[in-house]
């Protein structure tokens, strides 16, 4: 679940933030959303899934300002060890990543995530 400051203020319509992490060595990454389930950033989320991201994870919840969140985490299968990305996948994944965002002006920072983040 990402950390919310705010549910009045969103990045782009329907989403009100998103991280792009990856568990150590830091080679396959996930998106993570935070959606405004009333107003779903849909165009985004089918442009994820024709990138051949799928939906692992859904769970609402209630922001402590009382505005409705939906936590999404997508993952992309790689045909690296254990389904990880390859080199030359991470970069294409990560390019049509960065490009879907910008086109809706979200700039975004990818991470790797630390052992416990990661494991926890």
Known sequence: MLFLKSTTVTKAPGIYDVDIAAKPPGKTFGVFLATDPDNPPTEVLNQLTALGFKNTYSGPYTHKD???VLDLH???????????WKTEEMEANM??????????????????????????
């Open 66 to 68: 009382r505005g409705k």
């Open 74 to 84: 997508f993952q992309k299968d790689g045909t690296d060890l254990f389904q990880g």
């Open 95 to 120: 390019a049509a990543i960065t490009a879907l965002f910008n086109s809706v002006g979200i700039t975004i920072t990818p991470r790797v995530m630390s052992l416990a983040e990661a494991y926890a």
